[in-house]
Nanobody, 119 residues
Framework: QVQLVESGGGLVQPGGSLRLSCAVSTTIFGFYDMSWHRQAPGKQRELVAGITSGGSTRYVDSVKGRCTISRDGAKNTVYLEMNSLKPDDTAVYYC?????????????WGQGTQVTVSS
């Protein structure tokens, strides 16, 4: 069973920055597509940013230019650097690891880390 452990959330003022980390317990981290999602109170979970096993990235329009997703294969960790944070960024942020094989798909989630943007 693959485990994902997020860290780095917290309370930050508008305009501030945070770096979220997600450590993945697997020996084949490089085969997983990784992504960050978030869920605000009363809203559906949404994709924030993703990075494939090959390093291609994508972002939801609302965070483009403010967030950067990256991965470190030596540390089995994916990061989400968030800058110019807004109150609308307040949510629980979840890390996801996904690997598709011929027989199906492996899909794992972390427990989430709270990000609160408030003055």
């Amino acid at each position: 069973q693959v485990q994902l452990v997020e860290s780095g959330g917290g309370l930050v003022q508008p305009g501030g920055s945070l770096r979220l980390s997600c450590a993945v317990s697997t020996t084949i981290f490089g085969f997983y597509d990784m992504s960050w999602h978030r869920q605000a109170p009363g809203k559906q979970r949404e994709l924030v940013a993703g990075i494939t096993s090959g390093g291609s990235t994508r972002y939801v329009d609302s965070v483009k230019g403010r967030c950067t997703i990256s991965r470190d294969g030596a540390k089995n960790t994916v990061y989400l650097e968030m800058n110019s944070l807004k109150p609308d960024d307040t949510a629980v942020y979840y890390c996801n690891a996904r690997r598709t094989v011929r027989a199906g798909m492996y899909d794992y989630w972390g427990q989430g880390t709270q990000v609160t943007v408030s003055s």
